[in-house]
């Protein structure tokens, strides 16, 4: 099982990316997909979830920015971010699990991709 985190970079504040996960070995419509993020010096925290049904969950302070969806079809899960703030700064790591309950523990966690928001 892989997951492959992509789209990471340096963005200004105020500013959009996308983040990819590349799933192979599991099939994305048969998991609970979740990204998690860990700023310097903190602790990794929830970001967003989407369940199997498509239901989705967001951290506080994501919500009304982010957005994750799944393609099923290229078996990838995503992070759409927008209006970025630098207190996103963090590396950003997609995950799944089979479980319900967005504080299930997670089976698999890609490498983490990095996103610097400057002021």
């Known amino acids: 099982v892989q997951l492959q985190a992509s789209g990471g970079g340096l963005v200004q504040a105020g500013g959009s990316l996308r983040l990819s996960c590349a799933v192979s070995g599991l099939f994305v419509g048969n998991y609970h997909w979740a990204w998690f993020r860990q700023a310097p010096g903190k602790e990794r925290e929830f970001v967003a979830r989407?369940?199997?049904?498509?239901?989705?969950y967001y951290a506080d302070p994501v919500k009304g920015r982010f957005t994750i969806s799944r393609v099923n079809a290229k078996n990838t899960v995503y992070l759409q971010m927008n209006n970025l703030k630098p207190e996103d700064t963090a590396v950003y790591y997609c995950a799944a699990n089979s479980a319900p309950g967005i504080t299930s523990p997670y089976n698999y966690w890609g490498k983490g991709t990095l996103v610097t928001v400057s002021s």
């Open positions: 989407i369940n199997r049904s498509s239901a989705t």
